[in-house]
């Protein structure tokens, strides 16, 4: 799951947060698509009952997951495909690895597949000697400067043009231009070679129709096509909860999907494979191979956290996220970046060693607006802090201070008291503009990200009960001859 070296977050989104290159590339990518999902679902009309009817399919799906999977399983192996349930990252990987051997293969071309990022697939495949491909353009972007995806959509969100055309240009041995329509040129040669090339082609799984054993993967750029039509042997990489049970509810997933994702209707490709190629057929490969990932997802099951299975990975939570807006995705660490990658990450890599992540959200929600199958992310978000606190993993001092704290506010004398106590003890370290900065303790790291107010001088409290006294003191001043109960004079 890991996908940066630096182990603590907050070094991590500092580091993003010193990048103004990423921080306006994130900025404007992050814009773009949520303008282009607002008109889309204007667009389509009935929002919300599209959403619900998301929901309920997914919910539906997830609670039958057993059933549907086998369901799904019976019918790729009816048409033909082979399918293995891998229950770990280690036996999903060690699958593709003895296809891959038993091919000889010697080059494979993927297209984008975050399942296959989170087993690190490229690695074992490279480890064995495979020139490993990958031919979607953000991802060829990202393999080409050996970084992870930062969106689960747009991969490369956070580069800009000239950073592209450096990468291009290296590979190329000149220096190429900058302007899109070359540099896409230049992707096409590449991955047209890699294509005619290739001996197996790894793909993801958008969704997976259990009433046919189908695999349906949604594309802009025609690289899934080709991946699954040209080489021998295709092989297809699922999240285990990715599956929808008929070919209608297939249609409302991309009602909301690619709205969800780019603000599309439709994207420019929807492929749909049902096992290798059959006598009639005039492409597709020899072999097909579907591997129906575990790796932590059923235990969730049965979990308050259940509802993080029902995502499609749009990406729609990241581009409203303001976390996600400052930092972009390398921050996180994960594979799973923004509010669905808070939720999920943990639960998949353990919250031992993600036990920061859920942290890192101010609890807008408005990722749970954005959301199309209303994924509740920032109650999911509160649940792993709930946990945590029950657990008692939270930092001593954290949780000494919360202590502290109850016990101070529910003595109101005593509260009063010491927000007078903290004004006077605060007031030499506040600036020009009443904010105060703390330079040392646990209030340093509060402090150098937000600002910390200087108490008033005057607590409401003590404020409301002034009024009140002043307001006693008018009811009870002796009224002149002619003044009704407010002071006013009457008629
Ligand atoms: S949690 Fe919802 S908004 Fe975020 S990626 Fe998943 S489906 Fe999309």
Request: with cysteine; hydrophobic share 40%.
């Amino acid at each position: 799951m890991r996908t940066s070296a630096e182990r603590s977050f907050a070094r991590r989104a500092q580091q993003a947060l010193a990048d103004s290159t990423l921080r306006a590339a994130v900025r404007k990518a992050q814009e773009r698509f949520r303008t282009g999902k607002r008109n889309a679902e204007a667009e389509l009309g009935h929002w919300e009952a599209w959403r619900r009817l998301g929901e309920a399919i997914r919910r539906h799906t997830i609670e039958n997951l057993d059933f549907y999977l086998e369901q799904l399983a019976d019918n790729v192996e009816k048409n033909g495909g082979t399918v293995v349930f891998a229950a770990t990252e280690r036996e999903a990987v060690d699958y593709v690895v003895q296809v891959a051997r038993e091919e000889g293969a010697r080059r494979v071309v993927k297209s984008k597949s975050m399942v296959s990022e989170e087993l690190h697939l490229n690695r074992a495949l490279e480890a064995l000697g495979v020139d490993v491909v990958e031919t979607d353009l953000g991802e060829y972007i990202i393999q080409l400067a050996g970084e992870p995806p930062s969106h689960i959509i747009a991969p490369s969100i956070h580069k800009n043009r000239r950073q592209i055309a450096e990468l291009f240009s290296r590979v190329a041995g000149e220096a190429l231009p900058d302007d899109t329509p070359s540099l896409t040129r230049f992707a096409r040669r590449q991955l047209r070679r890699a294509f005619l090339e290739a001996d197996i082609g790894i793909t993801g799984c958008n969704f997976a129709v259990a009433e046919t054993g189908t695999i349906v993967l949604v594309s802009n750029e025609g690289n899934a096509r080709l991946t699954t039509t040209l080489p021998r042997v295709h092989i297809a990489i699922m999240g285990a909860e990715r599956i929808v049970p008929t070919w209608d509810d297939l249609d409302v997933m991309l009602h909301l999907l690619p709205r969800s994702a780019t603000g599309q209707k439709i994207t420019s490709y929807v492929t749909a494979i049902s096992g290798p190629r059959r006598a009639q057929d005039a492409d597709g490969p020899e072999a097909f191979h579907l591997v129906i990932v575990d790796n932590g997802r059923l235990d969730i099951l049965g979990t308050a956290y259940q509802d993080v299975l029902h995502c499609i990975r749009c990406g729609a939570c990241l581009n409203v996220c303001p976390v996600y807006r400052h930092i972009g995705g390398h921050a996180y660490g994960s594979v799973y970046s923004g509010p669905i990658g808070k939720v999920l990450t943990p639960l998949l890599g353990g919250m031992d060693e993600w036990h920061e992540l859920p942290h890192a959200s101010s609890l807008c929600a408005a990722c749970s607006e954005a959301c199309p199958v209303r994924i509740p992310l920032h109650e999911l978000l509160i649940e792993h802090r709930t946990e945590q606190v029950t657990r008692g993993t939270r930092p001593w001092a954290e949780r000494w201070a919360f202590r502290l704290y109850r016990w101070v506010v529910t003595r109101p004398a005593l509260y009063r008291r010491a927000v007078r106590w903290a004004r006077r003890l605060l007031a030499p370290l506040a600036d020009g503009e009443g904010k105060v900065r703390v330079q040392i303790g646990p209030l340093k790291g509060w402090t150098a990200q937000r600002d910390l107010p200087l108490p008033a001088r005057q607590s409401f409290l003590d404020w409301w009960e002034e009024e009140g006294r002043k307001e006693a003191a008018r009811q009870h001043e002796p009224r002149t001859e002619g003044e009704g109960r407010d002071g006013e004079r009457s008629a």
